[in-house]
């Protein structure tokens, strides 16, 4: 089945560091990959997504490129801030199978100034 | 434009007591999606509702849980007889489901549940 794994964290950073967060995923077909932000106390917020091989997704200054080859979702940042400090989500849906997410148990970051 | 609302944000309830959280959707979004999250886990998803139908509810409990989602009114998501193992935060999410591509899912701030 459908599956989703991620780096576990939690992450500690400093301010301007760079950041990455590995995501790989299982999927039968061909899925939309999406990573969404979780700041405390929320819920979850799109944060960029990409729906085919080679695609790159962005947002705020964060990039995730969609690798079939190596089925992976990698997101990174080149300088993060503490206002990034979160818990990420890695998600694929295939819309063939009811649109139904599966997501990745999520990696908290923490940006220290 | 409203985003995803839930309410409550927080529900507290004793054993055997019932829990209903409720969801209303994007304005537009016909296409209706519950996730539980327990401490320290990604989201699991529970069930996946159109207006009057389950479309899916593989992720649903077979027991004490329900959903619902009629023609007018927010979705319901009712929890009978909560045991503690209950106490999670359970989110909402919507989207308008266009042709059989992933859509986006928008979420709501999602109802933490404490059972006692």
């Known amino acids: 089945g459908d599956s989703v794994t991620q780096m576990e964290g939690p992450v500690t950073l400093s301010e301007e560091a760079f950041l990455t967060i590995n995501c790989t995923y299982t999927?039968?077909?061909?899925?939309?990959l999406f990573w969404y932000v979780q700041y405390p106390g929320e819920g979850l917020q799109l944060l960029l997504k990409a729906t085919k091989a080679d695609d790159k997704g962005s947002n705020k200054g964060f990039e995730a490129t969609y690798r079939k080859e190596t089925t992976s979702f990698h997101l990174e940042k080149g300088s993060v801030q503490v206002s990034d400090s979160a818990v990420y989500f890695c998600?694929?849906?295939?819309?063939?199978?009811?649109?139904?997410?599966?997501f990745g148990t999520g990696t908290s970051l923490t940006v220290i100034p | 434009n409203a985003g995803v609302m839930q309410n409550p944000r927080h529900l507290v309830r004793r054993r055997g007591q019932e829990a209903r959280l409720r969801c209303s959707p994007v304005?537009?979004?016909?296409?209706v999606y519950w996730y539980r999250q327990l401490p320290e886990e990604g989201l699991k998803f529970m069930v996946y509702?159109?207006?009057?139908?389950?479309?899916?509810e593989s992720g649903m409990p077979k027991e004490r849980f329900s959903a619902e989602f009629p023609k007018e009114g927010p979705s319901i998501l009712r929890i009978q007889q909560v045991v503690r193992g209950d106490s999670a935060a359970y989110f909402c999410?919507?989207?308008?489901?266009?042709?059989?591509?992933?859509?986006?899912?928008?979420f709501g701030p999602g109802t933490r549940l404490t059972v006692l």
């Open positions: 999927a039968t077909g061909y899925p939309s």
């Open positions: 304005k537009g979004h016909s296409h």
């Open positions: 999410a919507s989207s308008p489901r266009r042709g059989k591509q992933p859509d986006t899912q928008y």
């Open positions: 998600a694929l849906s295939e819309g063939v199978t009811g649109n139904q997410f599966y």
């Open positions: 509702l159109q207006k009057e139908n389950i479309i899916d």
